[in-house]
């Protein structure tokens, strides 16, 4: 073994998890396409002065968590990580002009992402995202399709019971007096809160509703709700969505003090949780909507809505539940042979019944046919094929133990891509 070990919090994901993984993330892919979502693919990195504008100069992910790079030269702007995908969408919007296209513009993507967070189970420091982003519609019927997509998409993995749990957090109309009263809420323990939320008072009370602190969390139990709040075009904005939603089948839980971790949400704001979970550390996921974030990043104002749902999280709440895929079978058919020089020939015949649509592999050694056929059961294959040394080929059907006499290539590679197909070992 080398002394070299993966960095901390960054894994090697393998299998049975490698299967439930792309399991995951190919169901993430075709369910947003098929309501119409385009596919995206954005770099790895940005201008780190993009997500500190969008996700807030005072919020965990950026004064905290994000890995920056190192700058190589004087005229390169510092770059990072990305510790999410939505900041980065949005500057695509822009950048290629996508205002000029039909709005909303429906975005998807799977992407891997960089937090450097404390690890733990369900928080690592490199995990994957699948993303929805819909941006250039102000209308509550957008909120409805995107949160009915999620919902969607966690219970046809197998995670049936899940919850929305909602909120709205207003808009720069109404904001301004629910920080004022949440304040006031919050000043009446001030000295005994941690000096981080004592700091949060100051900057950002909403951030104390997110608070871990022991103070804080009790606190917050009685501080005033938002929906209370609200300036009446958000107060409509939310009802609507409400009502679409239940109408929709999706299962809404009012959450009057949830808030997002990242400060461009307006309106609408939502976590994916399973029964009995609570706060975003346990979210599947979440998203809101966040109309000023094009304005924010340089773009006339458009409104935009989306959400991320964690796959390392669907992928945990999967195992927990034993439900995770059985992972993919290994080849259905391997190519033995007796004589060395018939590898070439093994390798021709596998590739020839993978193009035809059947798994397949040579067995490319130079060991004993007996030591060749033990390691084709051992990778649990339906049918092996034989080289003999006059270049003949024989099938031998591993589950009835029965071997054919020896025949003419191409009767022997399709019988065996019969056998393989009728044992669904495709
Ligand atoms: P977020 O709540 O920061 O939102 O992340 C969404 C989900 O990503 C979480 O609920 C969780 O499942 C997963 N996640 C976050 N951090 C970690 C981590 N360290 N390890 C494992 N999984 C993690 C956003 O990122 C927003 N950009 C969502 C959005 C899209 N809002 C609008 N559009």
């Known amino acids: 073994m080398s002394g070299f070990q993966s960095p901390r919090g960054l894994r090697d994901i393998r299998e049975p998890d490698a299967s439930a993984f792309a399991w995951a993330e190919e169901h993430a892919w075709s369910a947003a396409l098929a309501a119409g979502y385009a596919r995206i693919q954005l770099p790895v990195a940005e201008d780190s002065a993009l997500f500190e504008r969008a996700i807030g100069g005072t919020s965990d992910v950026v004064t905290k968590e994000l890995y920056r790079l190192a700058v190589r030269s004087e005229e390169s702007t ?254 259905a058919v391997v190519v033995c042979g007796i004589e060395p020089g018939s590898v070439g020939m093994r390798i021709a015949i596998a590739s020839e019944l993978r193009a035809s649509g059947v798994s397949a592999r040579a067995d490319v050694s130079t060991r004993k046919i007996g030591k060749q056929l033990e390691s084709a059961v051992r990778d649990t294959a339906i049918a092996v094929i034989i080289v003999e040394p006059d270049g003949s080929l024989s099938l031998r059907d591993l589950a009835a133990g029965s071997q054919a006499e020896p025949g003419a290539r191409a009767m022997v590679v399709s019988a065996a891509a019969q056998l393989a197909r009728t044992q669904g070992g495709q």
């Not at 993507?109 to 941006?135: C, M, N, S, W």
């Not at 809160?193 to 009790?218: C, F, I, M």
């Not at 009502?243 to 949400?265: C, F, K, M, N, Q």
């Not at 458009?302 to 992972?327: C, K, M, N, S, Y």
């Open 78 to 331: 510092p770059l990072a990580l990305r510790p999410e995908v939505t900041a980065g969408v949005v500057r695509a919007y822009l950048q290629h002009g996508m205002r000029s296209e039909p709005q909303p513009v429906r975005l998807v993507t799977v992407a891997e992402l960089f937090r450097h967070d404390r690890p733990q189970k369900g928080r690592y420091r490199q995990f994957t995202q699948f993303d929805i982003e819909a941006i250039g519609d102000a209308g509550s019927g957008i909120d409805i399709e995107v949160i009915e997509l999620g919902t969607a998409y966690l219970r046809s993995v197998g995670l049936r019971d899940i919850e929305v749990h909602l909120n709205s957090v207003g808009c720069p109309t109404c904001r301004p007096g629910y920080l004022v009263v949440l304040a006031k809420h919050f000043a009446a323990v001030a000295d005994r809160l941690s000096p981080v939320d004592q700091a949060r008072l100051e900057e950002n009370p909403l951030r104390l509703l997110d608070s871990k602190d022991e103070v804080a969390v009790a606190h917050a139990k009685g501080a005033p709700r938002f929906v209370e709040h609200l300036c009446a075009d958000c107060a409509e904005h939310d009802r609507a969505v409400r009502e679409g939603l239940s109408i929709a089948g999706v299962t809404v839980v009012d959450a009057p003090h949830l808030v997002r971790g990242l400060d461009y949400y307006t309106k609408t704001a939502w976590e994916y949780l399973l029964p009995g979970e609570q706060g975003q550390q346990g979210a599947l996921g979440g998203g809101g909507r966040y109309d000023g974030l094009v304005e924010l990043l340089g773009g006339p104002a458009t409104p935009g809505v989306g959400f991320a749902i964690g796959i390392d999280r669907v992928v945990l709440a999967l195992q927990e539940r034993g439900l995770t895929p059985a992972p993919q079978r290994p080849p």
